[in-house]
Nanobody, 127 residues
Framework: QVQLVESGGGLVQAGGSLTLTCVAS????????MGWFRQAPGKEREFLAS????????YYTDSVKGRFAISRDNAKNTLYLQMNSLKPEDTSVYYC????????????????????WGQGTQVTVSS
């Protein structure tokens, strides 16, 4: 069955860094666009970044542009999110998501465009 398993979350001080990892199985990871989202308590899920199957295309929401970097290793079926210069407002549960291959689709910028989701990993940034 399809699985997306996030790890790497934790507690970090403001200004620090974390790298989140998402290991995928049960579907054609190397053909899928991938994304990272986050959801804070009482808020809607927020799109953060997306990467095309080949890594040729990436897209970031403005709030993380220049601080976060999405990458993938298709040989390892693994997606990454490098997070630098973390702020207390980055505190959330972080989710990875996969969008099945669709003709002409490179990155996917909206929640409804994803087919599979991980269970999430908590990131807490202290001030």
């Amino acid at each position: 069955q399809v699985q997306l398993v996030e790890s790497g979350g934790g507690l970090v001080q403001a200004g620090g860094s974390l790298t989140l990892t998402c290991v995928a199985s049960g579907f054609a990871f190397s053909h899928a666009a991938m994304g990272w989202f986050r959801q804070a308590p009482g808020k809607e899920r927020e799109f953060l970044a997306s990467i095309s199957w080949s890594s040729a295309n990436t897209y970031y929401t403005d709030s993380v542009k220049g601080r976060f970097a999405i990458s993938r290793d298709n040989a390892k079926n693994t997606l990454y999110l490098q997070m630098n210069s973390l702020k207390p407002e980055d505190t959330s549960v972080y989710y990875c998501a996969a969008a099945k291959e669709r003709t002409g689709v490179t990155v996917v910028l909206y929640e409804g465009g994803y087919d599979y989701w991980g269970q999430g990993t908590q990131v807490t940034v202290s001030s």
